[in-house]
Nanobody, 114 residues
Framework: QVQLVESGGGLVQPGGSLRLSCAASGSILRINTMGWYRQAPGKQRELVAAITTGGSTNYADSVKGRFTIFRDITKNTVYLRMNSLKPEDTAVYYC????????WGQGTPVTVSS
């Protein structure tokens, strides 16, 4: 069972940037798709960005053009670079490996506030 550990969350001002990291216990190339999800208070968890083994990416419309998902294979790590952050980006961000079996990290909170 792969273990995922997120880091990099915190408090940032609107318009600022943040980079989240998801460190996997094994090679991320053994996972078909890895992604970042977020869950804001009172809302369902939603997909933010995903990357496949082949490097294909997709993004939620709400973050397209602002967020970038990328990976470092040598570090078994997937990143989410978030630019031009907005208050509505405030959420707990979770790393996900779609499995089998699906695996979630513990989450890292991001707060965008002035």
């Amino acid at each position: 069972q792969v273990q995922l550990v997120e880091s990099g969350g915190g408090l940032v001002q609107p318009g600022g940037s943040l980079r989240l990291s998801c460190a996997a216990s094994g090679s991320i190339l053994r996972i078909n798709t890895m992604g970042w999800y977020r869950q804001a208070p009172g809302k369902q968890r939603e997909l933010v960005a995903a990357i496949t083994t082949g490097g294909s990416t997709n993004y939620a419309d709400s973050v397209k053009g602002r967020f970038t998902i990328f990976r470092d294979i040598t570090k078994n790590t997937v990143y989410l670079r978030m630019n031009s952050l907005k208050p509505e980006d405030t959420a707990v961000y979770y790393c996900n490996a779609n499995g089998p079996p699906p695996t979630w990290g513990q989450g890292t909170p991001v707060t965008v506030s002035s």
